[in-house]
């Protein structure tokens, strides 16, 4: 009985998420791919953050409306490249990359500004790993992840209660050389076993993500948040015309609260009843962190004290740690660059479980098939085998080629370009698979797979050596 249930939960999940692990792993590296693909505006160098107050003043005084909100960067990059920078649409703080004007100061001290927009690929990468593979403008996506990650836990129990009895007796065999079914079994479970705690935690984080609406109502009710700043203080505050500290001076306020977080971008923002507020984002590699590029705190622009730190790595409470255990877990966020690494082989080795896991599944079908005198595979098995190698070799393909578009077009694309690019690479491939004879699938498939793959290393040689 749990063979069966195994059998059809995986195949009926496997694809998607094949599609999840493969681009969750290429997205572990999504800030980094962001930088690696955005093609930086031609600015002067940052300047030093003691002249910080002199550009927003003359930023500011040029551009009004970018006092609503702004971000002033500590650690530039190609997706953050000057010390200044705020949004051309204010309001879209979660909306992905947007466009963007950057501002810097010539030699001669005049203000220069530009506008550009961050690379739309890695975004896309990782909203098609959050989605499973469907298409990220469907607004019921995200429940149907979580569908796929409950059929996914029980595919991981039943597939530990069919192992256990013969754990001593197959837990290292790999017969390479004594039959397809064979070789594919040993594969699927050697990865199957290994990875075992690996798919428990990213199942049960899957589940946090999917209905996390849900969850994070229960978790507002049952958990005190920080009281905000007093609304008579702030408007004394802004009646009183007592300018913010610098942030240099804010940085040096973090520092003495929390020593060890390193802070990478300081998120200015007017909120209601023009009371300033302000974000730090940042990292601190001791501990668990809550995205996958580190945390945040929100502080007093004032005075620079810590006003919560729910998000911030170090000084969670114990309640909020526990989210953020989940959460890190997911992601890999903590322990550095050695634990992320560790999560993309990983990542790799899960979407090749469920790969094998599929060819098992089509095999062991035609086997029965032809135990029952069929001489070809019945129109079930077929429509099945087509969809898997062409879902597959297509996610593989379409992920390449917008890489490596992005790596040569020095225009990042909207969002929408993007996707219809990926979607437009998987449907070609999954009308191969319905169009070619059997004995050509695979080869086509994973040849043009494996050459698109292969030239996203060649455009990087081109492009960086």
Request: a positive charge; hydrophobic letters at 50%.
């Amino acid at each position: 009985m749990y063979r069966d249930i195994h059998s059809w939960v995986g195949i009926l999940a496997g694809l998607f998420l094949f599609v999840a692990f493969y681009a969750g792993s290429i997205s572990i590296f999504e800030s980094s791919l962001q930088n690696w693909l955005t093609t930086p505006p031609d600015l002067p160098a940052p300047v030093a953050m003691k002249q910080v107050p002199e550009l927003m003043h003359k930023a500011f005084t040029a551009y009004p409306e970018a006092q609503r909100e702004y971000k002033i960067v500590l650690s530039p990059t190609h997706s953050l490249p000057a010390r200044l920078i705020w949004p051309v649409k204010a309001g879209q703080r979660h909306a992905g990359p947007t466009e963007m004007v950057a501002a810097a100061l010539a030699p001669d001290g005049h203000l220069i500004t530009v506008k550009y927009k961050p690379s739309e690929v890695a975004h896309f990468i990782d909203k098609l790993h959050e989605n499973v593979g469907l298409p990220v403008f469907m607004p019921f996506s995200r429940w149907f992840m979580g569908i796929v990650t409950l059929l996914y836990a029980i595919a991981l129990v039943s597939g530990v209660i069919i192992f256990l009895p013969l754990l001593a007796k197959n837990l290292f065999a790999l017969r390479l050389v004594q039959g397809t079914w064979k070789k594919w079994l040993d594969i699927h479970n050697l990865l199957g076993v290994f990875s075992l705690p690996f798919h428990i935690v990213i199942a049960l984080s899957s589940v946090l993500f999917a209905y996390y609406g849900v969850i994070y109502d229960v978790q507002s009710a049952m958990f005190s948040a920080p009281e905000p700043i007093p609304h008579h203080i702030a408007a004394h505050r802004m009646a009183q015309s007592i300018a913010p500290l610098a942030p240099v001076e804010i940085v040096e306020a973090l520092a003495k609260q929390a020593p060890g977080f390193v802070p990478d971008v300081l998120d200015y923002a007017t909120a209601e009843k023009n009371e300033l507020t302000l974000r730090i984002i940042g990292h601190d590699e001791r501990y668990m962190m809550r995205g996958p590029a580190g945390g945040l705190a929100e502080l007093d622009p004032w005075s620079g004290k810590i006003l919560s730190a729910d998000y911030m790595p170090g000084l969670q409470s114990r309640s909020f740690g526990i989210l953020t255990t989940f959460v890190a877990l997911h992601f890999g966020s903590f322990g550095g660059i050695t634990v992320k690494i560790g999560y993309v082989i990983l990542g790799f080795a899960g979407a090749f479980l469920f790969y094998s896991g599929n060819r098992l599944w089509l095999i062991s079908r035609y086997r029965k098939e032809q135990k029952n005198g069929a001489t070809e595979p019945g129109m079930g098995t077929k429509l099945l085998t087509r969809l898997t190698y062409g879902s597959i070799f297509g996610c593989i393909s379409g992920i390449s080629v917008i890489i490596g578009i992005g790596l040569l077009s020095s225009y990042s694309g909207s969002f929408l370009t993007v996707s219809l690019l990926y979607y437009g690479v998987f449907c070609a491939c999954l009308c191969v698979s319905f169009l070619v004879p059997d004995r050509l699938r695979i080869r086509i498939l994973g040849t043009w797979s494996f050459i698109a793959t292969v030239l996203v290393l060649f455009v990087v040689l081109y492009k960086y050596l």
